[in-house]
Each structure stands twice: as C-alpha cells, then as structure tokens.
C-alpha cells in the first residue's frame, strides 16, 4: 500500500481554513491597546498575567464577544 506524503505546512493551513469556514467561523487580526488589554483584565476575560499571551488573549476576545452576542440574541 501506498503511504501518503505528510502534509506540507500550506496544506494544514488550507484545511485549517476549510474547516473553519465550513463551520462559518473566521479568524481575523484586530490591534489592541494598552487600554483593550487593561479591560480585559479588570472584566476577568483576562488574567493579569496572560496579558502578553497573544493566543489567551485572543481566547478572552473570542469569549468575550461570544458571551455578548447571546445576551443580544435573547
């Protein structure tokens, strides 16, 4: 039997993107400040010292906005 080359880095990242979109989700870059950050540690999206973690912070914003958009949606 015929093994299957391992995928290359582009390929992961295409099927990444096609699962994502398949589920309608997206990924988008957005700039924050000093002041978005401070928020999100004194709303508890965010510990004090996660602040510099570039994937918990996105985890907090993704939280945050998911959270919102139910209590809008009721």
């Given at each position: 039997?015929?093994?299957r080359p391992t995928?290359?880095?582009a390929e992961l990242r295409?099927?990444?993107y096609r699962?994502?979109?398949a589920k309608r989700r997206?990924?988008?870059t957005i700039e924050l400040g000093e002041i978005e950050l401070e928020f999100l540690v004194r709303?508890?999206?965010l510990?004090?010292?996660?602040?510099?973690?570039?994937r918990k912070v996105g985890d907090a914003v993704t939280r945050m906005l998911a959270y919102t958009a139910r209590l809008e949606l009721k």
């Open positions: 039997m015929l093994e995928p290359t880095p295409r099927r990444r699962a994502r979109r997206m990924c988008v709303a508890i999206w510990g004090r010292d996660e602040d510099g973690d570039r």
